[in-house]
């Protein structure tokens, strides 16, 4: 079989996904189809570990990638370097499949939230020192409260490493159990500005917090 495959070097197939699995090492392995055929496809840990979503049975899906020859099957496949969900945006659909998986393990329960004080005295602020957040939230409560105790917990609030410095200062908190109630917070921005705080990280230290 002659195929010149260097004019399906950068192609780019639409369908639905089935026949998902994943590899211990990472690689996915997943079938793209609409109804007429499909087309087996493979996208390796070195280009998945960018995937905002996770993929699954069902999505619909544009994928990106070079055909090739899947030589133990003689089947053709495409090497997948990039793919997005039609219809609904990578980070958007991410939220909404981590939102539906903690709500099935409970975290979301109204058994597991802690009530929070009327009027609490000693506050933790979680958020960027240089960010407007914590300046609007000393104005309000400047205006409104004396006698309160704040204490700014520095952290970066968006880019790379913002969720894990969020959920780690949550777990000294909780540990130190020194305050009332946390804040976590900042100021406005785009989806991916403010993406950090839609990670999963985020969320399970905020669910093992023992300070509302």
């Given at each position: 079989i002659n195929i010149d495959f260097f004019r399906y070097n950068d192609i780019s197939v639409e369908g639905e996904v089935s026949n998902y699995t994943r590899s211990a090492a990472g690689h996915i392995y997943f079938s793209i189809k609409d109804a007429k055929a499909q087309l087996r496809v493979v996208l390796f840990a070195t280009n998945?570990?960018?995937?905002?979503?996770?993929?699954?049975?069902?999505?619909?899906?544009?994928?990106?990638?070079?055909?090739?020859?899947?030589e133990a099957k003689g089947d053709f496949q495409l090497n997948a370097v990039?793919?997005?969900?039609?219809?609904?945006?990578?980070?958007?659909?991410a939220f909404e499949q981590l939102k539906k998986r903690l709500a099935e393990?409970?975290?979301?329960?109204?058994?597991?939230?802690?009530?929070?004080?009327?009027?609490?005295?000693?506050?933790?602020?979680v958020s960027s020192p240089?960010?407007?957040?914590?300046?609007?939230?000393?104005?309000?409560?400047?205006?409104?409260?004396?006698?309160?105790?704040?204490?700014?917990?520095?952290?970066?609030?968006?880019?790379?490493?913002?969720?894990?410095?969020i959920a780690t200062a949550l777990r000294h908190l909780s540990r130190w159990e020194m305050h009332d109630v946390v804040l976590i917070c900042r100021g406005g921005g785009s989806l991916e500005d403010l993406w950090p705080f839609n990670e999963e990280v985020v969320a399970r230290a905020i669910a093992a917090c023992t300070v509302p």
């Open positions: 998945a570990r960018f995937l905002k979503f996770r993929i699954e049975n069902g999505l619909h899906l544009i994928v990106r990638g070079r055909l090739s020859i899947y990039s793919a997005e969900p039609v219809g609904l945006g990578a980070l958007q659909l393990e409970g975290l979301f329960d109204a058994a597991r939230k802690k009530p929070i004080p009327m009027l609490p005295q000693k506050i933790a602020v240089t960010g407007p957040a914590p300046r609007d939230l000393l104005n309000v409560l400047g205006r409104r409260s004396e006698g309160l105790s704040l204490q700014i917990y520095p952290v970066r609030v968006q880019g790379a490493g913002a969720a894990q410095e």
